[in-house]
């Protein structure tokens, strides 16, 4: 596959530490590290899933779990970059979240995006893989 070449890093820069055979690359700004086991479980697996749910597949996104949001989104658990390429920020303290699964959430963004869901209708979450693959 072709790697994406205009990239926008929205002030994160566009280095990852690992990266999936999906073409996930992940990097983690936080204090605390994830092992390997964790990445596969935290990311990479929850992107395979999105992918399964949805029938969708994708060369995957860069993905860069951070502390805080930067603005305006400080609040929020996560966010999906439309602009330039795809690219996902994560609040750290969601990497593991389960109850809220913003992980597999910023995902379905992510390959409906690839899949030609306009990014209006993507934005307002108008597709039913919200629900069905997004928790």
Known sequence: MDMPVDWTDHGLGLGFDVESPEGVRFRNDAASPLTEIEIEERVFSRYRAVESCTGITAW????VAIPVLPPPYQGWGGV???DGDVM???RTDQLGNTIQPTMRHE???YVLK??????EDNRNHNSPFF???GS
């Open 60 to 63: 995957g996104p860069l993905t």
């Open 80 to 82: 999906t970059y439309f």
């Open 88 to 90: 996902i920020a994560i």
């Open 107 to 109: 995902f379905v963004h």
């Open 114 to 119: 690839r899949g030609g869901l306009a990014d």
């Open 131 to 133: 629900a069905a693959c």
